[in-house]
């Protein structure tokens, strides 16, 4: 069966890698896609910008951790309400709140 991540509107098909809020499909890119997995594995944990990086790009030298802030500004846009649980922990990174 297919793995499905289903969070207060928000439904992310993990295999079809297609993501949907109430029922209205929403357009990720690769990383876009990648980054919210790894938020929704690590709901309500504090994850620092450079842990976000290492994990999602797998550490390429060519990205720094300002490419996470425009990832997670792009998909919080995206997402619409549902962006509004990525939440900015001051000098830290971001958190994914249920």
């Given at each position: 069966?297919?793995?499905?991540?289903?969070?207060?509107?928000?439904?992310v098909f993990v295999?079809?890698?297609?993501?949907?809020?109430?029922?209205?499909?929403?357009?990720?890119?690769?990383?876009?896609?990648?980054?919210?997995?790894?938020?929704?594995?690590?709901?309500?944990?504090?994850?620092?910008?450079?842990?976000?990086?290492?994990?999602?790009?797998?550490?390429?030298?060519?990205?720094?951790?300002?490419?996470?802030?425009?990832?997670?500004?792009?998909?919080?846009?995206?997402?619409?309400?549902?962006?509004?649980?990525?939440?900015?922990?001051?000098?830290?990174?971001?958190m994914l709140t249920?």
């Amino acid at each position: 069966p297919e793995q499905i991540f289903s969070v207060e509107g928000l439904k992310v098909f993990v295999d079809r890698r297609q993501c949907e809020y109430k029922g209205k499909e929403i357009k990720l890119t690769r990383l876009e896609f990648d980054l919210l997995m790894y938020f929704l594995r690590q709901v309500n944990r504090v994850l620092p910008r450079s842990v976000i990086l290492e994990a999602v790009w797998q550490g390429d030298p060519t990205m720094t951790t300002r490419t996470v802030d425009k990832h997670v500004e792009t998909l919080r846009r995206k997402l619409g309400p549902f962006g509004k649980r990525l939440q900015t922990v001051i000098r830290v990174g971001y958190m994914l709140t249920d």
